[in-house]
T-cell receptor, first 110, second 113 residues
C-alpha cells in the first residue's frame, strides 16, 4: 500500500514555510525523504527511524510519529532551490522494501 | 565511486519488441531496487534484491516483466513483449545494509510506440 502524501502540490513565495505530510496504513520502521528535480533522479534528504525523533538538514527538518504511522517534512524560509517533487519512502520492520509515497510538488516563487 | 549506473538513458522501441534495462549498483551495496515512475502512479517499486536474491517481486506488473541479478555488480530488467503502457522512467537504486540512504541511478526513459 503506497503511503499518501499531502498536500499534492503547494506554491510558496521565497521565505515562506511549508509542511508536507506522509501517512501509511502499515506500521513503519523507518521513513526516508527525497527531493526530485524535473528530469533528474530522486536525491536523499534524511532518514528517520522509529522512536519519534526529529532530524534537521539546513532549514529542512522532519519528524516521525510511529504510533500514528506518519511523518512530516518541514521546510523553513523556503528558497528557490527547494522547488521539486518531494517523496517519502517507507519501510516496515525487518525489510528493506522501500515504498514511496504519492509525491508532493512544491514550487517556490521569487 | 561513480554512483549507480543505468543504461541506456533513453530507449525508444516498437510495441512487441524485447527491452532490456541495465543497472550497475554502487560497489559494496547489498540491496538493489527497480522502480517505475509515471505521472499517474508516481514511483512504483517493481522488485528488490538483497545479496543478489530477489526478495519481493510483488510489484512486477505482469509476466512480461522479469528481473535478474546474476552478481553483485549487475542487474537487468527485461520487458518482453513491450507495450505502449510500459512507457515510463525506470530507476534503479541501491543501498548498503541497514537503514541508510538509497542512491538512485539517472534512470532510463522508455518509450514504446
Amino acid at each position: 500500500q503506497q503511503p499518501v502524501q499531502s498536500p499534492q502540490a503547494v506554491i510558496l513565495r521565497e521565505g515562506e514555510d511549508a509542511v508536507i505530510n506522509c501517512s501509511s496504513s502499515k506500521a513503519l520502521y523507518s521513513v526516508h525523504w527525497y527531493r526530485q528535480k524535473h528530469g533528474e533522479a530522486p536525491v536523499f534528504l534524511m532518514i528517520l527511524l522509529k522512536g519519534g525523533e526529529q532530524k534537521g538538514h539546513e532549514k529542512i527538518s522532519a519528524s516521525f510519529n510511529e504510533k500514528k504511522q506518519q511523518s512530516s517534512l518541514y521546510l523553513t524560509a523556503s528558497q528557490l532551490s527547494y522547488s521539486g517533487t518531494y517523496f517519502c519512502g517507507t519501510a516496515t520492520s525487518g525489510t528493506y522494501k522501500y515504498i514511496f509515497g504519492t509525491g508532493t510538488r512544491l514550487k517556490v516563487l521569487a | 565511486d561513480a554512483g549507480v549506473i543505468q543504461s541506456p538513458r533513453h530507449e525508444v522501441t516498437e510495441m512487441g519488441q524485447e527491452v532490456t534495462l541495465r543497472c550497475k549498483p554502487i560497489s559494496g551495496h547489498n540491496s538493489l531496487f527497480w522502480y517505475r515512475q509515471t505521472m499517474m502512479r508516481g514511483l512504483e517499486l517493481l522488485i528488490y534484491f538483497n545479496n543478489n536474491v530477489p526478495i519481493d517481486d510483488s510489484g512486477m506488473p505482469e509476466d512480461r516483466f522479469s528481473a535478474k541479478m546474476p552478481n553483485a555488480s549487475f542487474s537487468t530488467l527485461k520487458i518482453q513483449p513491450s507495450e505502449p503502457r510500459d512507457s515510463a522512467v525506470y530507476f534503479c537504486a541501491s543501498i548498503s545494509d541497514g537503514n541508510t540512504e538509497a542512491f538512485f541511478g539517472q534512470g532510463t526513459r522508455l518509450t514504446v510506440v
